[in-house]
């Protein structure tokens, strides 16, 4: 097992590996209290992992501990139970729930009964069933005997046989369990080290539970505040007939915004501190901090405090792995750093009580502002104060949504910093063979050792994606399509090379399309959404690409561009950015103003246009509910290229107006942890109709029938006619990797 690195750390983990609470955990996860046995000539053998039933205990019950259960099978579906206490007059008993030890009274000393498998055992000692394993055969006759063991003895008997060990300054560390049964000790490894990585990686999302947790309550607080001031702001403007604000007021009005995006400011400021605060103490371990906790932080000494913190706590990490034996030397540095912690958290009150003092000045500013208003008429004036208050609850509520997005990001970034190198497996016994040429053997291992190292490093060490399987096996999302590397020197691939391999791929994309519109009943005007992770994954290629097939097979098709941020677009059809989405949805042009004609007859370019200082509310405006009515009664499909969703959240806002949402990710580019966002998404039902688009596929020579293969569903084609594209050889890196990766 590698533990990432050589640090303070890799003793932390050995102390963890010894401790008797994680020791506890396994046998509970493993249920080895329970032994499963059969009579040999002299002793009694432990049959683990051989027997073809198993027994269902009931969680709350007590069940006798020492006393072996005698099981005897008559056929596949009856045994016969008994048991023999002797002279007992007392038996101890155990619940497994609540580890309560207690004795009962023995009324009957021996006991045989017939049961069926399956059929509950209602004894007062003894409460479960027995169950048959699947795809295996109970031999008549056969005879097994089931017994409980005191958990206490039990995790103590397996601590005492569990050896840990770390040679010096290395991040290996070696684990080994001594048992009789081969099976458990392979079972008792596998999970010790998995409940380990499990409990590692929890520690590590703690702060961002928390930090997630905090905005939650926030959120939901604020959003049922900017729902009723949206309402109360839409129906005031309904009774009065206000739809437009004079100068005078616009004048006033920005005065006002102008002071509360001061406040706003320093309301960030003051979340900062809170995370910080939260995270000082939530944590315990300072030789690091992340990004969210210390974003907005502009204050000069916690800046300085906190650097402070960072190289003690670096120091005592390095201390921890080099001194094993005295504890006494970082005495010093704890108290080190709980004085900084003291200072730190003084500073945080101050810095809050001063910002506080600023908001409140704002306050006054405002208020001053207000009295102007006072020269206004009356209906203006309360349209007026109602519209701030919607805007600042709006503003708030983004600040809010922006910060769990980063939180998320955190958690679904973080990874163990366990790697296990050899899972325990049983590779049986045989005898040595003596009569080999040990200096042979050993000039052989001495060859093959470094090429497998350097092809294990090169392979545990990746994380991305390397083929649509890998999708498979991370997500249920399904994969609706595989792509090819795209060879034109612009995006128009299916436009430029119609007849190629990366057309027919486009081409098997909108037949499973068609079928999954079928399949979901969805008619009339059809919209396709295009997201990905991160930006550089081929989420516009697809797009414009999409959009061409659809255009070239006669349909009215318009290609609209919604990444306000970043637009793209417009630079493959030779057409400018000057206006384009953004100037409808602020009321400054209309639809036919803003659609652009390109070289395909039945294709159309809506450019984002300028951008915004505002990208998140534009989309979530009712004009966005105008633009998408407009062109669905116009167009027969909507291809929408919108931000990449790992980074922003306009993505998510937009998937309501999707009838199917494309998620496009890029062969050894798209890392795996960056699909755990739209993975939990998927699972929690916020988003339906996606799939995956696997974009710049290569085969590596392996086929070589070129790329386009129509996956997902179950549906499309495949692009194996009138290909421009041949196969490539791999080279030896690559087929190395690829055996590694199988």
């Known amino acids: 097992m590698n533990y990432g690195g050589i640090s303070g750390k890799v003793q932390e983990v050995l102390l963890n590996l010894k401790s008797r609470e994680h020791h506890e955990k396994v046998v509970d996860s493993l249920d080895l209290y329970l032994s499963?046995?059969?009579?040999?000539?002299?002793?009694?053998?432990?049959?683990?992992?051989?027997?073809?039933?198993?027994?269902?205990?009931?969680?709350s019950a007590y069940q006798v501990l020492g006393h072996p259960i005698k099981i005897e099978f008559i056929d596949n579906n009856n045994f016969d139970l008994s048991y023999d206490f002797g002279e007992a007059e007392?038996?101890?008993?155990?619940?497994?729930?609540?580890?309560?030890?207690?004795?009962?009274?023995?009324?009957?000393?021996?006991?045989?009964?017939?049961?069926?498998?399956?059929?509950?055992?209602?004894?007062?000692?003894?409460?479960?069933?027995?169950?048959?394993?699947?795809?295996?055969?109970i031999p008549p006759g056969k005879t097994y005997f089931i017994q409980y063991t005191s958990f206490n003895n039990t995790v103590s008997r397996f601590l005492r046989s569990y050896v840990v060990t770390n040679e010096e300054r290395s991040p290996l560390l070696s684990v080994r369990l001594t048992n009789k049964n081969k099976a458990k000790i392979v079972?008792?490894?596998?999970?010790?080290?998995?409940?380990?990585?499990?409990?590692?990686?929890?520690?590590?999302?703690?702060?961002?539970?928390?930090?997630?947790?905090?905005?939650?309550?926030q959120l939901a607080r604020v959003k049922g505040d900017l729902t009723k001031k949206a309402d109360s702001l839409n129906d005031y403007k309904r009774a009065n007939k206000l739809f437009d604000i004079k100068n005078e007021t616009q004048q006033l009005s920005g005065?006002?915004?102008?002071?509360?995006?001061?406040?706003?400011?320093?309301?960030?400021?003051?979340?900062?501190?809170?995370?910080?605060?939260?995270?000082?103490?939530?944590?315990?371990?300072?030789?690091?901090?992340?990004?969210?906790v210390i974003e907005g932080i502009e204050d000069g000494n916690i800046q300085d405090l906190i650097s402070q913190m960072i190289r003690i706590s670096s120091e005592k990490s390095k201390l921890e792995y080099s001194v094993r034996n005295n504890v006494s030397i970082f005495d010093d540095l704890n108290r080190q750093i709980d004085g900084l912690k003291?200072?730190?958290?003084?500073?945080?009150?101050?810095?809050?009580?001063?910002?506080?003092?600023?908001?409140?000045?704002?306050?006054?500013?405002?208020?001053?502002?207000?009295?102007?208003?006072?020269?206004?008429?009356?209906?203006?004036?309360?349209?007026?104060?109602?519209?701030?208050?919607?805007?600042?609850?709006?503003?708030?509520?983004?600040?809010?949504?922006?910060?769990?997005?980063?939180a998320e990001l955190v958690?679904?970034?973080?990874?163990?910093?366990?790697?296990?190198?050899?899972?325990?497996?049983?590779?049986?016994?045989?005898?040595?063979?003596?009569?080999?040429?040990?200096?042979?053997?050993?000039?052989?291992?001495?060859?093959?050792?470094?090429?497998?190292?350097?092809?294990?490093?090169v392979t545990f060490l990746d994380h991305k994606l390397h083929s649509p399987n890998d999708l498979k096996e991370l997500s249920k999302i399904p994969l609706l399509g595989v792509v090819g590397k795209n060879q034109s020197e612009n995006n128009l691939a299916v436009l430029n090379?119609?007849?190629?391999?990366?057309?027919?791929a486009f081409r098997a994309v909108r037949s499973s399309l068609q079928f999954m519109y079928k399949k979901h009943d969805i008619e009339g005007s059809k919209t396709v959404m295009v997201t990905s992770s991160i930006s550089g994954e081929g989420k516009t290629f697809c797009s414009i690409n999409i959009a061409s097939v659809f255009a070239l097979s006669g349909k009215k098709t318009v290609l609209v561009g919604l990444d306000l941020r970043k637009p793209k677009i417009f630079g493959d059809f030779d057409i400018d950015n000057n206006i384009g989405a953004v100037n409808y949805l602020i009321g400054q042009l209309s639809l036919e103003e803003i659609t652009q004609k390109t070289m395909m007859e039945d294709l159309d370019v809506i450019t984002s246009g300028p951008i915004p200082p505002n990208p998140s509310e534009?989309?979530?405006?009712?004009?966005?509910?105008?633009?998408?009515?407009?062109?669905?009664?116009?167009?027969?499909?909507?291809?929408?290229?919108?931000p990449p969703i790992g980074l922003v959240a306009d993505a998510l806002e937009l998937i309501e107006y999707a009838d199917a949402t494309l998620y496009v990710v890029r062969q050894d580019y798209t890392k795996k942890d960056m699909l755990q966002l739209i993975k939990d998404k998927h699972q929690k039902g916020e988003v339906k109709n996606i799939s995956f688009l696997y974009n710049y596929f290569n085969q590596k020579g392996t086929y070589g029938y070129g790329y386009g293969y129509g996956y997902g569903y179950g549906y499309g084609g495949y692009g194996n006619g009138y290909h421009d594209n041949g196969p490539k050889k791999a080279s030896l890196l690559d087929r190395v990797k690829g055996v590694f990766r199988k």
């Open 255 to 292: 005065k006002i915004r102008g002071y509360e995006n001061q406040k706003e400011n320093y309301e960030k400021q003051l979340m900062s501190y809170n995370l910080l605060k939260n995270y000082l103490e939530t944590s315990d371990d300072f030789t690091s901090f992340p990004a969210p």
């Open 342 to 406: 003291k200072v730190m958290f003084e500073s945080i009150s101050s810095a809050k009580t001063n910002i506080r003092y600023q908001i409140q000045s704002i306050n006054n500013k405002i208020y001053n502002v207000e009295r102007e208003f006072s020269n206004l008429p009356e209906s203006q004036q309360q349209l007026q104060a109602i519209e701030r208050e919607y805007l600042l609850s709006q503003s708030t509520y983004n600040l809010y949504l922006a910060k769990r997005g980063e």
């Open 618 to 642: 534009l989309l979530i405006g009712q004009q966005m509910d105008a633009l998408m009515d407009e062109l669905k009664a116009k167009y027969d499909y909507i291809i929408l290229d919108t």
């Open 36 to 59: 499963y046995l059969t009579q040999g000539r002299f002793y009694k053998t432990d049959m683990y992992g051989v027997v073809p039933f198993k027994f269902v205990g009931v969680d």
């Open 90 to 137: 007392t038996i101890a008993t155990q619940n497994f729930v609540t580890k309560e030890v207690k004795r009962l009274s023995v009324s009957q000393p021996t006991f045989k009964k017939r049961y069926q498998v399956g059929e509950y055992i209602d004894l007062s000692f003894l409460k479960g069933s027995v169950e048959a394993i699947e795809d295996t055969s």
């Open 497 to 504: 090379k119609p007849k190629s391999a990366i057309a027919e």
């Open 187 to 217: 079972d008792y490894l596998n999970t010790s080290i998995y409940i380990l990585d499990r409990d590692q990686l929890e520690k590590k999302n703690q702060y961002a539970v928390n930090t997630i947790n905090f905005i939650d309550k």
């Open 411 to 457: 958690k679904a970034s973080n990874v163990s910093d366990i790697n296990l190198l050899e899972p325990a497996k049983d590779t049986g016994q045989g005898r040595n063979a003596r009569n080999l040429n040990i200096r042979y053997v050993f000039a052989v291992l001495g060859a093959l050792i470094p090429i497998l190292l350097i092809a294990f490093i």
